[in-house]
């Protein structure tokens, strides 16, 4: 590891200890979540740079690549950082990508299926500028769904613009917001993009290429969770005593933390596989990875969280425990993006028409 990441790691490892204390996160969950109260956090974010890293700095961005911004994501994850970190690093990239400014302030991505149709459980869209990105409805390939080529942007938003289907909207705060959450209580909202929304015709494969940001950044926030949460519970049986001795010296103690070692490992991995293969655009090996690292995610989640609490006992579940705090998350992450079943199917998809109609399932698999 070079001495630039390593000095990454460790910032935003200590500005989020700063700031996300226990019983501070704890009160941002629910109805009690405060966008004023998180100003400082965010500040702080910002005036360091780490919420833009990885999208270049002609667009308004702080340079750095794919890896250094999954490094962030990871720890916002353990940290369990009530802003949307991760949302605005994906969305920076979206932006950066179709040649379009970065606005300040946080962002938050999401990926439509008609821009008359309000977003649904858009992560802080109550707070943040909402990036969307999207295929018009009516102008897409009955077979693949995919766009089709010189399709007219549907309604007046884009009036008489050919873009060959895909488009992409920059809401700044909107006003029309219905406020919900997710289980860990973190903002998840519906969006109406309105007429005052910026929107403009963007390349082919945007949206494709968002949603690939999406789901390698929940990944990553998955990732960091779990290595939180067995960090949480490894301190846990070690320090806990039953019989007169601690509890980690229990054969069937030491059986499930290897196990809930295995799944974080096995997480993690395949977080950092799809970071090397990057978010990819269309068909290919770079798609089939992060699709891979989110149903292994998603998968593990259960797993990790479920071990936790059976370690834990009781305690794990009182409303102001580390490991409430992030056994929530990943509950809540692990449906969010594509669910293990979606994503599995996916890739299952993608195997049958490789081996029949494309390369073929070695390269497939290999590439």
């Known amino acids: 590891?070079?001495?630039?990441?390593?000095?990454?790691?460790?910032t935003i490892a200590d500005l989020l200890n700063e700031h996300c204390p226990t019983e501070r996160v704890a009160a941002a969950s629910g109805d009690n979540w405060d966008a004023a109260r998180w100003q400082t956090l965010w500040r702080a974010l910002e005036d360091t740079g780490l919420t833009l890293v990885g999208s270049p700095a002609e667009a308004g961005g702080s340079g750095g690549d794919l890896a250094a911004a999954a490094d962030i994501a990871m720890a916002a994850g353990a940290a369990a950082a009530p802003v949307p970190l991760a949302e605005t690093l994906a969305a920076a990239m979206v932006l950066a990508r179709a040649g379009l400014d970065?606005?300040?302030?946080?962002?938050?991505?999401?990926?439509?299926?008609?821009?008359?149709?309000?977003?649904?459980?858009?992560?802080?869209?109550?707070?943040?500028?909402?990036?969307?990105?999207?295929?018009?409805?009516?102008?897409?390939?009955?077979?693949?769904?995919?766009?089709?080529?010189?399709?007219?942007?549907?309604?007046a938003l884009i009036s008489g613009a050919r873009s060959g289907g895909e488009w992409l909207a920059v809401a700044s705060r909107p006003v029309r917001v219905q406020a919900g959450r997710n289980l860990a209580g973190e903002p998840r909202d519906e969006v109406e993009l309105g007429a005052e929304a910026g929107f403009h015709v963007v390349p082919a494969g945007t949206a494709d290429y968002a949603?690939?940001?999406?789901?390698?950044?929940r990944s990553l926030l998955i990732a960091g969770a779990a290595q939180r949460a067995l960090d949480l519970t490894v301190a846990y049986v070690n320090e806990r005593e039953q019989f007169g001795r601690a509890l980690a010296?229990?054969?069937?103690?030491?059986?499930?933390?290897?196990?809930?070692?295995?799944?974080?490992?096995?997480?993690?991995?395949?977080?950092?596989?799809?970071?090397?293969?990057?978010?990819?655009?269309?068909?290919?090996?770079?798609?089939?990875?992060?699709?891979?690292?989110?149903?292994?995610?998603?998968?593990?989640?259960?797993?990790?969280?479920?071990?936790?609490?059976?370690l834990h006992g009781a305690i794990g579940t009182t409303g102001e425990h580390r490991l409430r705090l992030t056994?929530?998350?990943?509950?809540?992450?692990?449906?969010?993006?594509?669910?293990?079943?979606?994503?599995?199917?996916?890739?299952?998809?993608?195997?049958?028409?490789?081996?029949h109609r494309g390369s073929g399932l070695w390269p497939w698999l290999t590439g």
């Open 1 to 10: 590891m070079t001495a630039e990441r390593e000095l990454l790691r460790t």
């Open 102 to 155: 970065i606005p300040a302030g946080p962002l938050t991505l999401a990926v439509a299926a008609d821009p008359d149709v309000p977003l649904r459980r858009v992560p802080y869209g109550r707070w943040a500028t909402t990036v969307a990105v999207g295929a018009d409805p009516a102008d897409t390939d009955p077979d693949t769904g995919a766009p089709a080529s010189g399709a007219l942007i549907s309604g």
């Open 211 to 217: 949603q690939g940001l999406l789901r390698l950044f």
């Open 249 to 310: 010296r229990f054969p069937v103690v030491q059986q499930e933390i290897a196990r809930m070692a295995g799944e974080v490992a096995l997480i993690t991995a395949a977080a950092q596989a799809a970071v090397a293969a990057g978010p990819g655009v269309g068909a290919g090996g770079a798609v089939a990875a992060v699709v891979a690292a989110k149903g292994q995610a998603s998968q593990g989640a259960g797993t990790v969280a479920a071990i936790a609490h059976q």
């Open 327 to 355: 056994t929530t998350r990943l509950w809540s992450w692990r449906d969010e993006d594509g669910p293990a079943a979606e994503c599995f199917a996916e890739l299952g998809r993608s195997a049958l028409h490789a081996a």
